[in-house]
């Protein structure tokens, strides 16, 4: 007992490191494998707080480019107020959806990387205002990200901008209900590829890639982005890149989805052991 | 250590920190170019400390850094793996004379002992950072390309540090 008291004591710096880097190295796996922030983050009300200044600061510098993109989508949406096919060009989704089924609840996206593998974003809402784990949020561009992490007065969000986990299923709105996956190639904010399109199909430079109806925490036809270039490689799929319609990099406005048959379905999924 | 010593490192580490949060990560130098200059704090602390208290430090200085810039303990991990290891290149006596050059402390003399001490440790923390960042074999050309610039880069900025407020007064 004493030798092994000794040997602890002898080692005690090596130990305290192997001690102090597993709470470390758990807080980097919990966050790649299962998308739970654990202990280092700062959507709670200090290091939220200390984010906001300095994006009030930031702001300043972005003011015009926000407030044209929200003067288009005020336009786009008293113009449009029929149920019309949606002009996905001008920033106006929120004209063309069908939200009957959605609770939207509009905040402030308060921190935001977009220059690591897998970027997060914090806003402003937080369970005060009911919002949950794995609710999706858009800007008024497009489809940004989903909640991971919720406190009273903020919430963390996994960004649209990560390697790991998809967002969102994407489908091409020009052919009907052609569905893929993207993936975001880590380095560039405005592009991300478009996996799993057969070359049979017919799609053009241009093509609009929507939400499909598959999620339950997005509402249909949420802009993605739109097919920047097409290329056909030797596989038997397309090389598709995409413009991101979200723009990670200046929005600060955004809305959270919130499905109002929510806790059911999860529920439901949870007792049926359904892999989503 | 004396008091003045004490409000210095707390000055340095508030300023690094400042520094990392408020200019570097909003420069967005693109994808490749990502410089983290916390590590100056570790590589700074005298010799003398007790290695328990270093790496209870690094240990609170990672938490700190990590808590205000969302990184999951990635600054953590690589502030405590370049605490636990930076004793392989200082010398072990505890009052070293300045023949061993590199000698820790908030004034110090730039040579080549001190600038291998500062290039490998700086490239060693970059390199753990960005591999548990990705933590992604698929990307491994990407994460040596990443460590280089952004060591390179992350050079630059400590020298500038050194030639306004490190530099020590020719003896």
Known sequence: ?276 | MKRSDIIGYILLFLGLIGLQVIVLNNLDLGAYIKPQILVLFILLLPIEINKSYLLLMAFAAGMTADFLMNTNGLNTSGMLLIAFIRGLWLPKESNPRAEFNVVPSLRIMLNGKWISYILLLTAIFHFNYFLLEFFNFKYIFRIFTVTILSTIFSIFVQWILFKLFLQAKTR
Not at chain 1, 7 to 26: E, K, S, V
Not at chain 1, 101 to 115: L, Y
Request: glycine fraction near 6%; charge should be neutral.
């Open chain 1, 1 to 276: 007992m004493g030798r092994i008291l000794a040997f602890i004591i002898a080692y005690r710096n090596t130990f305290l490191f192997i001690i102090l880097q597993i709470f470390a190295l758990t807080a980097i796996f919990r966050f790649h494998f299962y998308q739970k922030a654990a202990f280092f983050n700062n959507a709670n009300a200090v290091g939220a707080s200390v984010n906001k200044t300095q994006t009030n600061w930031r702001n300043y510098f972005y003011l015009q480019e926000l407030n044209e993109n929200l003067l288009m989508q005020n336009a786009a949406l008293l113009a449009n107020k029929q149920d019309t096919l949606h002009d996905l060009d001008t920033a106006n989704w929120a004209a063309g959806i069908n939200t009957s089924n959605f609770e939207v609840i509009p905040a402030h996206i308060i921190f935001n990387t977009t220059n690591r593998p897998s970027n997060t974003f914090v806003i402003d809402k937080g369970s005060n205002d009911n919002i949950m784990v794995g609710l999706g949020v858009a800007t008024s561009g497009g489809i940004a990200g989903k909640v991971i992490n919720v406190y009273p007065k903020y919430a963390l969000c996994l960004s649209i901008l990560n390697i790991n986990t998809p967002i969102v299923m994407p489908k091409i709105l020009e052919l009907e209900n052609k569905s893929g996956t993207i993936e975001w190639g880590g380095s560039n904010p405005n592009i991300a590829k478009l996996k799993g399109i057969h070359k049979y199909e017919e799609i053009k430079v241009g093509n609009h890639i929507v939400s499909s109806g598959y999620s339950i925490n997005f509402p249909e036809n949420i802009p993605v982005g739109t097919i920047k270039t097409l290329s056909k490689p030797g596989g038997s799929m397309y090389d598709i890149e995409i413009d991101l319609a979200a723009q990670l990099k200046t929005d600060y406005y955004a809305y959270v989805f919130k499905n109002k048959d929510k806790v059911i379905l999860d529920s439901i999924i949870e007792l049926n052991q359904i892999v989503p």
